[in-house]
């Protein structure tokens, strides 16, 4: 393989880098807020948002990119196959997330929340400085798992043609005849990734728990 | 949009060929990655140093990259090294072992989590090591994985939907090409969407339903 076409492998991981954290960012907000319909005492807020929850895990995401590549030219919407890739990314990770936050939220221990309402702190104020931080760092290594599944799903939208890592490497293995090499070198960028990945997620854990107040 | 029904009744047993064979590589893909997963867990606990660390190296990679991007390697590239398989033989293939990667790692976790003293307690009565295996061991362990591999199980059955892309005919591509030919794109997607959502649910209430009735075999 020429340095050349290593350049083009490289920038196509960089591509999968950059779609992957979009799709990430964009789930932790819709993630929060299905998270807090889910939590909600109301139930016309909790039902949909465990139809959300159930459908996008339950549903292969190839499905999932297939429907939406398929429904929004369908309904009038004719977008540019990334956005259908961001948008099944996007939502199929919020579904993952708002149970990891759920997760988190329920495992604040309630001790520290009755010692915050003896303290005398309002509703908002022991949702702001006692839950949400306590949850959120008990999420940051399902958050770190989460990135990495998301960075290997992120391959099935070479399906919908976005040409990132994945499909780069079709299109170089097609053309060069060396399809070994070319999705070596792909496996090998993406467990890089992940790796690194990975070990920032561990840093960032250890920070979180030498901040720790308790 | 329009939503044509009657399309999906007219390709009824295309569609059942279709999801017979997911079923198929998905029941097969599960037992064999059990099974070959719980032999990389045992040498790994039981075997060689040298062997349990390149068994390591393996799966690491195993997980670390794309399902897809086995399946191309192992389908495209496998002919350059004298590996050359049919798509259904190449999906099984891949999947059993991509499946037993993580299972692996289960059991693992698995053998970890029994309580020292138990095996101890049946070392000093004079178990031998296959007996401890077989009769400490693994009771104690399957308890304590068991809602890992439904878990594992459910995520296998969504994987089988990859194998579409390497021309396997199973239920995505089968309902996928229906939909092309029929110009009901959106119609067969939903319906598929619905087949696996249901699959899914239906795995993970089986595998409660399974955990609460072996529950009384729980020892802590």
Redesign the interface.
């Given at each position: 393989m020429t340095a050349q076409l290593f350049e083009l492998m490289l920038k196509a991981a960089g591509y999968t880098v950059v779609i992957s954290a979009a799709s990430i960012a964009i789930g932790l907000v819709i993630g929060i807020l299905v998270c807090a319909a889910k939590l909600s005492p109301r139930p016309w807020l909790r039902w949909p948002a465990s139809l959300f929850v159930s459908f996008f895990r339950g549903v292969p995401l190839l499905v999932q990119l297939l429907l939406i590549y398929n429904l929004l030219p369908a309904i009038g919407l004719t977008v540019p196959s990334i956005v259908a890739a961001l948008i099944g990314l996007s939502l199929c990770t919020a579904a993952y997330q708002a149970e990891n936050l759920r997760g988190g939220f329920q495992s604040v221990p309630r001790g520290l929340l009755e010692a915050a309402d003896m303290a005398g702190l309002s509703p908002w104020q022991q949702f702001s400085r006692i839950r949400a931080p306590i949850a959120l760092r008990l999420t940051v290594p399902a958050l770190v798992n989460e990135a990495i599944l998301i960075l290997k799903a992120s391959s099935l939208i070479s399906v919908v043609g976005v040409i990132e890592l994945t499909r780069t490497a079709q299109n170089l293995a097609a053309s060069t005849y060396e399809p070994l090499l070319f999705y070596s070198v792909a496996g090998g960028l993406y467990l890089a990734i992940n790796w690194l990945v990975a070990a920032g997620g561990s840093l960032t854990e250890r920070a979180l728990r030498r901040g720790r107040l308790a | 949009?329009s939503f044509d029904g009657s399309v999906i009744l007219a390709a009824l047993p295309a569609i059942l060929s279709g999801l017979t064979v997911t079923l198929g590589i998905w029941v097969a893909a599960t037992v064999l990655g059990i099974a070959l997963g719980f032999v990389v867990a045992a040498l790994r606990h039981f075997g060689p140093r040298p062997l349990g660390l390149s068994l390591r190296l393996v799966v690491?990679?195993l997980r670390?990259?794309?399902?897809?991007?086995?399946i191309?390697?192992l389908y495209?590239?496998g002919p350059?090294?004298g590996i050359s398989l049919d798509p259904v033989p190449a999906g099984l293939l891949g999947l059993s072992v991509y499946a037993a990667a993580y299972f692996s790692e289960i059991f693992r976790a698995g053998f970890a989590a029994v309580p020292r003293g138990h095996v101890e307690a049946a070392q000093c009565v004079g178990l031998s090591q296959a007996q401890i295996v077989r009769r400490i061991l693994i009771p104690e362990m399957t308890m304590l994985v068991l809602p890992q591999c439904v878990n594992m199980a459910v995520i296998l059955?969504?994987?089988?939907?990859?194998l579409?892309?390497i021309a396997v005919p199973e239920a995505?591509a089968v309902i996928?090409a229906l939909?092309s030919q029929q110009y009901a794109?959106?119609e067969s997607?939903?319906l598929?969407?619905i087949i696996?959502?249901g699959l899914?649910?239906a795995c993970g209430r089986a595998g409660s339903a399974l955990e609460t009735r072996l529950s009384k075999f729980r020892f802590a």
């Open positions: - | 949009m690491e990679v670390g990259t794309p399902f897809l991007i086995q191309f390697l495209f590239g350059f090294v059955v969504k994987e089988t939907a990859v579409s892309i995505t996928s939909g794109f959106v997607l939903f598929l969407a696996y959502w899914v649910e």
